[in-house]
């Protein structure tokens, strides 16, 4: 059974910066796409990035592009989410999620299989 586990969200200054951690154990990590999606409160579940199994290739929400940065280490099983000059509409909780039907990257939440409890992301202004 795979498990994922979110770290490094944190309560942050707009125009500051966050590293997001998830660390998966169980199955194959090396073979699937990762993605990170967030929630704000009262709106539904958006997608911010996604990477491909060798950190190859790798797709961004337009909202995030040129500020957010995914990349993964698979010797140790985790994915990471960067996060430069931070709005306060970046606040959300912030999940991570593997693909395990495809080594590809997707920006569709139906293609993701399992996901992470999610961390807590908050920009003040």
């Known amino acids: 059974q795979v498990q994922l586990v979110e770290s490094g969200g944190g309560l942050v200054q707009a125009g500051g910066s966050l590293r997001l951690s998830c660390a998966a154990s169980?199955?194959?990590?090396?073979?699937?796409?990762m993605g990170w999606f967030r929630q704000a409160p009262g709106k539904e579940r958006d997608f911010v990035a996604s990477?491909?199994?060798?950190?190859?290739?790798?797709s961004y929400a337009n909202s995030v592009k040129g500020r957010f940065t995914i990349s993964r280490d698979n010797a140790k099983r985790t994915v990471y989410l960067q996060m430069n000059s931070l709005k306060p509409e970046d606040t959300a909780v912030y999940y991570c999620?593997?693909?395990?039907?495809?080594?590809?990257?997707?920006?569709?939440?139906?293609?993701?299989?399992?996901w992470g409890q999610g961390t807590q992301v908050t920009v003040s202004s």
């Open positions: 169980g199955g194959t990590f090396s073979n699937y796409g």
């Open positions: 990477i491909n199994w060798s950190a190859y290739a790798t």
């Open positions: 999620a593997q693909n395990v039907r495809s080594s590809y990257y997707s920006g569709d939440s139906d293609d993701y299989d399992y």
